[in-house]
Nanobody, 121 residues
Framework: QVQLVESGGGLVQPGGSLRLSCAAS????????MGWYRQAPGKERELVAA???????NYADSVQGRFTISRDNAKNTVYLQMNSLKPEDTAVYYC???????????????WGQGTQVTVSS
């Protein structure tokens, strides 16, 4: 079994900061991409940021320059540092990992349970 456990969400005022963490555990051989998605009420889930195993990153235009994604491969953990938060960043944030359980298995995607981020005064 594979589990992704997120933490770090909460309520913050506009202009504030939050740091999300997501730790993957269980039967994991290697992790390729790790990323953060978000879903606001009434909207589709969208990619926020992703990071490859070698450290290459990709960001949504709406968060470029404000959010920073990083990972600790030894801990199978991905982080999202969110600065200069805006009310439109309010959403449930989901962690995603593309990994394989053994040397011969295929890569599969796994999701965390989600953590609420609310930006409001």
């Amino acid at each position: 079994q594979v589990q992704l456990v997120e933490s770090g969400g909460g309520l913050v005022q506009p202009g504030g900061s939050l740091r999300l963490s997501c730790a993957a555990s269980g039967s994991i051989f290697s992790i390729n991409f790790m990323g953060w998605y978000r879903q606001a009420p009434g909207k589709e889930r969208e990619l926020v940021a992703a990071i490859g195993s070698g450290g290459s990153t990709n960001y949504a235009d709406s968060v470029q320059g404000r959010f920073t994604i990083s990972r600790d491969n030894a801990k199978n953990t991905v982080y999202l540092q969110m600065n200069s938060l805006k009310p439109e960043d309010t959403a449930v944030y989901y962690c995603n990992a593309v990994l394989r359980k053994s040397r011969t298995s295929h890569y599969e995607g796994y999701w965390g349970q989600g953590t609420q981020v609310t930006v409001s005064s």
